[in-house]
């Protein structure tokens, strides 16, 4: 959660400052960190041959962006219709060499996964984990010798989301190992949330730079919406010959981990009391749940469950659970009681030994004083063989 003032508005990355996003266009999302260093690279190489790999930028653009230059590119997106928008596969599309630069805002992630949540975008199809690689990989191909990309992805834990494939460091490294791109030729940045408040649809944010040693355990969607790292990559061509495709298949030598069953109770199926603040907090006046749900489904198996919460209240009488079949069977609980502003930590493993489809985590108010909570991380994970892992 945030408390800055409305006057953070830049951020820094690389030695230069820019303006936050502002355009609320999927912007609780890391959007707003996205779109200006990706116009930031359109504008440096304006007039030249230049592609966009997902039609993403289009979104935020304005008459500006237009008189100066930056509409001018090839956008390539497979799914998304629009005007001056080529419906072609990236894998595919036989224009090697051709670009000075080429830009692509969290896309090439998907290339290769299922379709969207909403089922927008995707398609149904064998899934490959290589495929996000070798989408960097034929981006390389397509630029001309010395042609800058500028590629964005989430970062953190290596994550099959289904839809996507968050990048981890030795998932990149792949690219060098296997997909033969030189370990010259590229460079990455991370960005980091920080903070953020939950004012809908624009929130303001923190982003910082980062490692990939401070953000490897970062997981999808928790605690914020979304990415919460990010990955900038920045290749430049070198004049080297890449080799076939490597028919590597799903296979992959790492560990994938799922993404956290619950993530967050900000813009989820949670149910709330009283609506939230644009700080976070929930308050609670009276005796009774200050939030319950999100009824998500699970298999049989062992969980970790996380909740960091801050409790502001002269005196708070609060238990929290975890249950299912509509409450009756509860497999954790937690009483909890606390004076003014505290922060409280809990971390404990449980084991569900049947499947179910409404597993929730619920947190009543015992008094009757006025309380406010806000849930710093609220996660479920489940674990396989003692190791997060996918199913």
């Given at each position: 959660?945030?408390?800055?003032?409305?006057?953070?508005?830049?951020?820094?990355?690389?030695?230069?400052?820019?303006?936050?996003?502002?355009?609320?266009?999927?912007?609780?999302?890391?959007?707003?960190?996205?779109?200006p260093?990706?116009?930031?690279?359109l504008?440096?190489?304006?007039?030249?041959?230049?592609?966009?790999?997902?039609?993403?930028?289009?979104?935020y653009?304005?008459?500006?962006?237009?008189?100066?230059?930056?509409?001018?590119?090839?956008i390539?997106?497979?799914?998304?219709?629009?005007?001056?928008?080529?419906?072609?596969?990236?894998?595919t599309?036989d224009?090697?060499?051709?670009?000075?630069?080429?830009?692509s805002?969290?896309t090439?992630e998907?290339?290769?996964?299922?379709?969207?949540?909403?089922?927008?975008?995707?398609?149904?199809?064998?899934?490959?984990?290589?495929?996000?690689?070798?989408?960097?990989?034929k981006?390389?191909?397509?630029?001309?010798?010395?042609?800058?990309?500028l590629?964005?992805?989430p970062?953190?834990q290596?994550?099959?989301?289904?839809?996507?494939?968050?990048?981890?460091?030795?998932y990149?490294?792949?690219?060098?190992?296997?997909?033969?791109?030189?370990?010259?030729?590229?460079?990455?940045?991370?960005l980091?949330?920080?903070?953020?408040?939950?004012?809908?649809?624009?929130p303001?944010?923190?982003?910082?730079e980062?490692?990939?040693?401070?953000?490897?355990?970062?997981?999808?969607?928790?605690?914020?919406?979304?990415?919460?790292?990010?990955?900038?990559?920045?290749?430049?061509?070198?004049?080297?010959?890449?080799?076939?495709?490597?028919p590597?298949?799903?296979?992959?030598?790492?560990?994938?981990?799922?993404?956290?069953?619950?993530?967050?109770?900000?813009?989820?199926?949670?149910?709330?009391?009283?609506?939230f603040?644009?700080?976070?907090?929930?308050p609670?006046?009276?005796?009774?749940?200050?939030?319950?749900?999100?009824?998500?489904?699970?298999?049989?198996?062992?969980?970790?469950?996380?909740?960091?919460?801050?409790?502001?209240?002269?005196?708070?009488?609060?238990?929290?659970?975890?249950?299912?079949?509509?409450?009756?069977i509860?497999?954790?609980?937690?009483?909890?009681?606390?004076?003014?502003r505290?922060?409280?930590?809990?971390?404990?493993?449980?084991w569900?030994?049947?499947?179910?489809?409404?597993l929730?985590i619920?947190?009543?108010?015992?008094?009757d004083?006025?309380?406010?909570?806000?849930?710093?991380l609220?996660?479920?994970?489940?674990?396989?063989?003692?190791?997060?892992?996918?199913?």
């Amino acid at each position: 959660m945030c408390e800055n003032s409305s006057s953070d508005s830049r951020f820094i990355f690389k030695n230069k400052e820019y303006r936050y996003n502002t355009i609320p266009i999927n912007n609780i999302s890391e959007r707003c960190v996205e779109v200006p260093i990706g116009l930031m690279f359109l504008f440096a190489h304006r007039g030249e041959r230049v592609l966009e790999v997902g039609n993403v930028i289009g979104q935020y653009e304005n008459e500006i962006s237009v008189a100066v230059g930056l509409s001018e590119r090839v956008i390539l997106d497979k799914f998304e219709k629009g005007p001056g928008v080529l419906n072609e596969d990236l894998l595919t599309y036989d224009r090697d060499g051709d670009f000075d630069a080429i830009l692509s805002i969290s896309t090439v992630e998907h290339v290769g996964m299922g379709s969207d949540p909403s089922g927008t975008y995707g398609e149904v199809m064998a899934r490959d984990m290589t495929y996000p690689l070798r989408a960097i990989e034929k981006i390389y191909r397509l630029l001309a010798p010395n042609g800058k990309a500028l590629i964005t992805v989430p970062a953190g834990q290596l994550t099959d989301g289904g839809w996507y494939i968050q990048f981890s460091q030795p998932y990149l490294e792949l690219l060098h190992t296997t997909f033969g791109v030189p370990r010259e030729a590229l460079e990455v940045s991370i960005l980091a949330k920080t903070s953020a408040d939950w004012s809908f649809p624009n929130p303001k944010q923190g982003w910082e730079e980062s490692t990939w040693e401070k953000t490897g355990e970062r997981q999808y969607g928790c605690p914020y919406p979304n990415a919460n790292a990010i990955a900038v990559i920045e290749l430049t061509k070198i004049e080297t010959h890449l080799g076939k495709l490597v028919p590597l298949g799903r296979y992959l030598p790492l560990v994938i981990s799922p993404p956290p069953l619950i993530g967050q109770v900000y813009f989820s199926n949670f149910r709330l009391s009283a609506p939230f603040t644009a700080e976070g907090w929930i308050p609670s006046t009276a005796r009774g749940l200050i939030w319950w749900g999100p009824y998500v489904s699970v298999g049989k198996g062992k969980f970790l469950w996380d909740m960091v919460l801050e409790v502001d209240a002269e005196f708070a009488n609060l238990y929290s659970d975890v249950c299912i079949k509509q409450g009756t069977i509860t497999i954790l609980s937690k009483h909890i009681q606390t004076m003014g502003r505290r922060e409280i930590i809990i971390s404990d493993e449980f084991w569900i030994r049947e499947d179910c489809n409404d597993l929730e985590i619920r947190l009543f108010n015992l008094g009757d004083a006025p309380i406010k909570v806000r849930p710093r991380l609220l996660r479920l994970t489940k674990y396989v063989d003692n190791q997060l892992t996918s199913d």
